[in-house]
Structures are given as C-alpha cells and as structure tokens.
C-alpha cells in the first residue's frame, strides 16, 4: 500500500479521535471544550511550525496535509535536523492533546474505548508504515528504523539484524 495513503488514513484515525473528544467535552462543558479547541489549535500550528516546517522530506511526507500546510505558512523555514528538545517538546505537546479528554471520555466508557482504538491504531500506521518508509534520517523516530535490516529465516520469524548506519533511507523508500 502507498505511503500516502497509510499517512492519510493516520492523519483520519487521529482526526476522528480528538473529534470524538471535542464533543464529549462540549456537550459536558461549553467552557472546557472551548479551552480545548484553543489548546488543539496552538498545538497543532506549533506542531506544524517546529517539526513538519523543518523537516526536509515535507515535500513527499506521507501525511501529506501538514507537509502541504508548513511549506505554505512557513515558508522561508529551512530543512535543519530535529533537537532532542524540539521532539521532547512535541512528544508533550501530543500528550497534552491525548490526556486533557481523558476525564470526560471515560464517563462514556464506550467513547473512551473508541477514542483509545482509534490513537492506537493511528500509532501503528505511523510508526510500522509512514515512519518506516520516511526518507528524514535526522527525525528520532525514523532513527529506530535506520540501522537495521529485516531478515525472515525458515520459520519465518522476523529477526532484527544490526547492520551498518550506513543504509541508504531512499532506497528504502522505493520498496
């Protein structure tokens, strides 16, 4: 399947997700769930400013849409590697988005379940479809992938096998 669509299809699984949170909190607390919008909207600008702006691969990203929105807000910001402070920032930043509906989703157990399903199966996408077949060598969750090689031997268990750090990120693109 093409890298495109397992970005979109993550990029849908999340949208749906914090949707299912905007509502739940809204029609419990018109004040929360304002809070929360302005929290997802300084998030996701922020997001899309300090991480997809900077990322050299923006132009064939497989999520596409924040790739699409950064080269055409932030244009003048150059390709630059990550700083671990930069993804510790974003990794806190997507939690905060993850933990502010937890109190309200899980007075709807059902919803809850729904929206954990749904940022799972998000994670999944991204990190065994889009991040695997990334060509930014500088982003640190591509780095898991990068330096490794897949070998299935005869009882067809997947092994990893270190290999040099020399691996070639286009080439695993094509594949």
């Given at each position: 399947m093409n890298i495109k669509i397992h970005g979109l299809l993550s990029l849908l699984l999340v949208g749906v997700a914090v949707?299912?949170?905007?509502?739940?909190?809204?029609?419990?607390?018109?004040?929360?769930?304002?809070?929360?919008?302005?929290?997802?909207?300084?998030?996701?600008?922020n997001v899309i400013k300090d991480f997809c702006a900077i990322c050299p691969s923006r132009e064939t990203c497989g999520h596409l849409i924040p790739g699409y929105i950064a080269k055409t807000i932030f244009p003048n910001l150059t390709a630059r590697?990550?700083?671990k402070m930069g993804f510790i920032s974003l990794l806190l930043q997507i939690?905060?988005?993850?933990?502010?509906?937890?109190?309200?989703?899980f007075k709807k157990l059902e919803l809850f379940i729904l929206y954990w399903l749904l940022f799972i199966t998000a994670g999944i996408e991204i990190f065994s479809m889009v991040c695997k077949k990334c060509t930014n060598g500088h982003c640190p969750s591509n780095r898991h992938f990068k330096g490794f090689a897949r070998k299935i031997n005869n009882k067809q268990n997947i092994q990893l096998l270190h290999t040099s750090n020399t691996v070639d990120i286009q080439e695993r693109h094509k594949t």
């Open positions: 949707t299912i949170s905007i509502v739940i909190i809204l029609l419990q607390s018109i004040l929360a769930g304002s809070m929360y919008l302005i929290v997802l909207l300084a998030v996701s600008v590697p990550f700083t939690a905060l988005i993850v933990v502010i509906p937890q109190y309200w989703l």
